[in-house]
């Protein structure tokens, strides 16, 4: 709550309490000049009279604002409903006046309504419902809005402006790309990278340093430019030498899904990083390249850390990189069992070609003849459910 609300929440209280004592000093003053009692034996009457009264007005001016809240909510209804008849008719051309309809049956409503209509139609449709905002004077009151200090009116503003797209909204959408409000500046940014309006680079930075929520919003708006991404921006990222900045990046690339080439990859160090380690193995389906490829899963199957050899040997049977068939039958008796486990899963994976090696182990029955009975279990179990089962 902001300092003001709480002055004003102050204020009302005070003159409430105010007019609470002066209403019971007059009453008890009435009450003392015409009854026989004393002045101060009347003063409870004159308390209890006081309240009384005001719990009974208080009554009655609740009861009366809840009948004028039902049919201030009736009438919002059947407006709202005779609303979105008059934009359905304009949106399909069944009409052609809804401006002057709209400013003398519904003036000063509609905003919101018209937006949902706006961004749920495509083509002409919603090229009509944004003209129509434009003579309605909605966008200009976006625009100003946008440029509120307060930030919820600017939120308000810049979601109106972001929904229409017209190039008076991106350009002044481009106004509130530094804003200080980060809700303000994340819509700005996504509706501007969406329309192809602000540089690749400009909004993949932008993501990077913001929270991981905005990460994965901005991630997504980029999506469509992956390839060109990958192709500079990335790997000068990569090779900034700041590993938030590289995991950032990382995060972003595996959120793409997206057949890539990062050939830059090799250049990265993180023998002794696991969780760096991880993040460039969870990329490794994605790469086109299968020589780097193979290359990353073989150095993280040497790793220190277990977490990191258990997403590599689930990233091998994933891939079907049947040439580390020997490296993961090994890795059955790896000293953390998730290693253990998804190298027996990943041998599974690779088809009936290599069952014989998780075979063996349960024959042997080891500690680990578990772990490949299920791994082979559950690869019999996919090779006998129906397509779309």
């Not at 209280?13 to 008890?28: H, P």
């Not at 009347?42 to 009279?49: C, D, E, G, I, W």
């Not at 950032?248 to 899904?257: C, G, N």
Request: glycine letters at 8%.
């Amino acid at each position: 709550m902001r300092t003001r609300e709480k002055v004003r929440i102050a204020v009302m209280a005070a003159a409430v309490l105010a007019g609470n004592a002066g209403a019971v000093v007059y009453v008890w003053s009435w009450l003392a000049a015409r009854m026989s009692q004393s002045g101060w034996r009347s003063l409870p009457l004159a308390f209890s009279v006081v309240q009384v009264f005001t719990l009974v007005l208080m009554v009655v001016v609740l009861f009366f604002l809840k009948v004028r809240r039902q049919r201030m909510e009736r009438n919002r209804r059947e407006g709202s409903a005779n609303l979105r008849r008059v934009l359905a008719e304009y949106a399909t051309g069944e009409i052609t006046d809804a401006a002057s309809r709209l400013r003398r049956e519904h003036r000063g409503v509609g905003a919101e309504l018209i937006l949902e209509f706006v961004a749920s139609l495509r083509g002409e449709q919603r090229q009509r419902l944004v003209e129509l905002a434009g003579q309605l004077g909605l966008e200009r009151m976006w625009q100003r809005q946008s440029r509120s200090r307060r930030a919820d009116a600017r939120r308000k503003g810049v979601a109106g402006l972001a929904v229409l797209g017209t190039p008076e909204a991106l350009a002044c959408l481009r106004e509130r790309v530094g804003d200080r409000d980060p809700v303000v500046r994340l819509a700005a940014i996504r509706r501007l990278a969406s329309a192809g309006r602000l540089d690749a680079s400009a909004a993949f930075y932008f993501a990077l340093g913001d929270s991981l929520y905005t990460r994965a919003l901005v991630a997504e708006d980029l999506r469509s430019r992956a390839a060109e991404l990958c192709g500079s921006i990335v790997p000068d990222a990569l090779a900034s030498g700041d590993r938030e900045q590289t995991l950032a990046a990382l995060d972003i690339v595996r959120s793409w899904r997206r057949s890539i080439s990062l050939p830059q990859l090799a250049g990265l160090r993180w023998d002794g990083d696991a969780e760096l380690a991880q993040a460039v193995v969870a990329i490794v389906p994605y790469l086109i390249d299968p020589v780097q490829q193979e290359r990353i899963v073989s150095q993280a199957l040497l790793h220190s850390d277990p977490s990191v050899r258990a997403a590599a040997a689930a990233s091998a049977g994933q891939l079907g990189l049947r040439s580390f068939t020997e490296r993961l039958a090994a890795m059955l008796h790896d000293s953390d069992p998730r290693a253990a486990r998804e190298a027996a899963i990943a041998l599974a994976q690779f088809g009936s070609g290599t069952w014989p090696v998780l075979e063996r182990e349960v024959l042997r029955g080891g500690e680990r003849a578990g772990i490949a009975v299920e791994a082979l279990e559950r690869a019999q179990t996919r090779r006998l459910t129906p397509v779309g089962a």
